[in-house]
Nanobody, 125 residues
Framework: QVQLVESGGGLVQAGGSLRLSCAAS????????LGWYRQAPGKQRELVAY???????TYADFVKGRFTMSRDNAKNTAYLQMNNLKPEDTAVYYC???????????????????WGQGTQVTVSS
Protein backbone atom coordinates (compact mmCIF):
# COMPACT_ATOMS: atom_id res chain seq x y z
CA GLN A 1 0.00 0.00 0.00
CA VAL A 2 0.88 3.65 -0.30
CA GLN A 3 0.83 6.06 2.63
CA LEU A 4 -0.41 9.58 1.93
CA VAL A 5 0.07 12.87 3.78
CA GLU A 6 -1.74 16.03 2.68
CA SER A 7 -0.54 19.55 3.33
CA GLY A 8 -1.12 23.08 2.11
CA GLY A 9 -4.54 23.85 3.51
CA GLY A 10 -5.36 27.03 5.33
CA LEU A 11 -7.56 30.09 5.53
CA VAL A 12 -7.99 32.21 2.42
CA GLN A 13 -10.36 34.92 1.25
CA ALA A 14 -12.79 34.31 -1.58
CA GLY A 15 -11.03 34.70 -4.90
CA GLY A 16 -7.72 33.56 -3.48
CA SER A 17 -5.63 30.49 -4.21
CA LEU A 18 -4.13 27.53 -2.40
CA ARG A 19 -1.95 24.66 -3.55
CA LEU A 20 -2.47 21.34 -1.80
CA SER A 21 0.18 18.63 -1.80
CA CYS A 22 -0.11 14.89 -1.24
CA ALA A 23 3.17 13.20 -0.39
CA ALA A 24 3.24 9.44 -0.89
CA SER A 25 5.45 6.63 0.33
CA UNK A 26 5.41 2.87 0.74
CA UNK A 27 4.50 1.72 -2.78
CA UNK A 28 5.24 2.35 -6.43
CA UNK A 29 3.69 5.77 -6.82
CA UNK A 30 3.65 5.88 -10.61
CA UNK A 31 1.22 2.98 -11.05
CA UNK A 32 -1.44 4.47 -8.79
CA UNK A 33 -4.37 6.52 -9.90
CA LEU A 34 -4.81 9.48 -7.55
CA GLY A 35 -7.79 11.49 -6.43
CA TRP A 36 -8.70 14.51 -4.37
CA TYR A 37 -11.88 14.41 -2.33
CA ARG A 38 -13.43 16.95 -0.03
CA GLN A 39 -15.92 16.81 2.81
CA ALA A 40 -17.68 19.78 4.34
CA PRO A 41 -19.26 19.62 7.80
CA GLY A 42 -22.52 17.70 7.66
CA LYS A 43 -21.99 16.79 4.00
CA GLN A 44 -21.00 13.62 2.18
CA ARG A 45 -17.50 13.23 0.87
CA GLU A 46 -17.31 14.16 -2.81
CA LEU A 47 -14.76 13.55 -5.53
CA VAL A 48 -13.09 16.74 -6.70
CA ALA A 49 -10.63 15.43 -9.29
CA TYR A 50 -8.59 12.41 -10.21
CA UNK A 51 -5.59 11.61 -12.37
CA UNK A 52 -4.65 8.32 -14.03
CA UNK A 53 -1.18 6.77 -14.01
CA UNK A 54 -0.82 8.14 -17.54
CA UNK A 55 -1.64 11.68 -16.43
CA UNK A 56 -5.19 12.07 -17.71
CA UNK A 57 -7.22 14.32 -15.41
CA THR A 58 -10.94 14.47 -14.73
CA TYR A 59 -12.70 17.17 -12.71
CA ALA A 60 -16.01 17.60 -11.00
CA ASP A 61 -18.14 20.19 -12.75
CA PHE A 62 -18.08 22.50 -9.75
CA VAL A 63 -14.31 22.99 -9.97
CA LYS A 64 -13.70 22.96 -13.73
CA GLY A 65 -11.72 25.99 -14.81
CA ARG A 66 -10.66 26.77 -11.25
CA PHE A 67 -8.77 23.70 -9.96
CA THR A 68 -5.91 21.80 -11.57
CA MET A 69 -4.66 18.40 -10.47
CA SER A 70 -1.17 17.19 -11.31
CA ARG A 71 1.37 14.60 -10.29
CA ASP A 72 5.14 14.47 -10.09
CA ASN A 73 6.23 10.85 -10.00
CA ALA A 74 9.86 11.79 -9.37
CA LYS A 75 8.79 13.48 -6.14
CA ASN A 76 6.08 10.93 -5.24
CA THR A 77 3.67 13.84 -4.88
CA ALA A 78 0.27 14.86 -6.18
CA TYR A 79 -1.01 18.42 -6.22
CA LEU A 80 -4.25 20.32 -6.36
CA GLN A 81 -3.92 23.93 -7.45
CA MET A 82 -7.05 25.77 -6.38
CA ASN A 83 -7.74 29.19 -7.86
CA ASN A 84 -10.66 31.58 -7.51
CA LEU A 85 -11.73 29.88 -4.32
CA LYS A 86 -15.30 30.26 -3.14
CA PRO A 87 -16.80 29.92 0.34
CA GLU A 88 -18.52 26.73 -0.80
CA ASP A 89 -15.07 25.20 -1.35
CA THR A 90 -14.61 25.13 2.43
CA ALA A 91 -13.99 21.51 3.42
CA VAL A 92 -11.43 18.99 4.55
CA TYR A 93 -9.56 17.84 1.46
CA TYR A 94 -8.34 14.25 1.26
CA CYS A 95 -5.90 12.52 -1.05
CA UNK A 96 -6.66 9.00 -2.30
CA UNK A 97 -4.56 6.46 -4.20
CA UNK A 98 -5.52 3.25 -5.97
CA UNK A 99 -3.54 0.98 -8.26
CA UNK A 100 -6.43 -1.26 -9.37
CA UNK A 101 -9.46 0.92 -10.04
CA UNK A 102 -10.79 4.20 -11.43
CA UNK A 103 -14.15 5.92 -11.35
CA UNK A 104 -16.89 4.82 -11.80
CA UNK A 105 -15.80 1.49 -10.29
CA UNK A 106 -17.40 0.87 -6.92
CA UNK A 107 -13.95 -0.08 -5.66
CA UNK A 108 -12.70 3.47 -6.21
CA UNK A 109 -12.79 5.55 -3.06
CA UNK A 110 -13.54 2.60 -0.83
CA UNK A 111 -13.19 3.22 2.92
CA UNK A 112 -10.45 0.58 3.19
CA UNK A 113 -8.41 2.17 0.45
CA UNK A 114 -5.39 4.44 0.68
CA TRP A 115 -6.40 7.76 2.23
CA GLY A 116 -4.50 10.66 3.69
CA GLN A 117 -5.45 12.33 6.94
CA GLY A 118 -6.93 15.39 5.27
CA THR A 119 -6.09 19.08 5.26
CA GLN A 120 -8.53 21.86 6.13
CA VAL A 121 -9.38 24.51 3.55
CA THR A 122 -11.44 27.45 4.75
CA VAL A 123 -12.57 30.19 2.37
CA SER A 124 -13.98 33.34 3.91
CA SER A 125 -16.50 35.58 2.18
Amino acid sequence: QVQLVESGGGLVQAGGSLRLSCAASGSIFSINALGWYRQAPGKQRELVAYITPGGRTTYADFVKGRFTMSRDNAKNTAYLQMNNLKPEDTAVYYCYADRVSLPPSTAWGRPGGNWGQGTQVTVSS
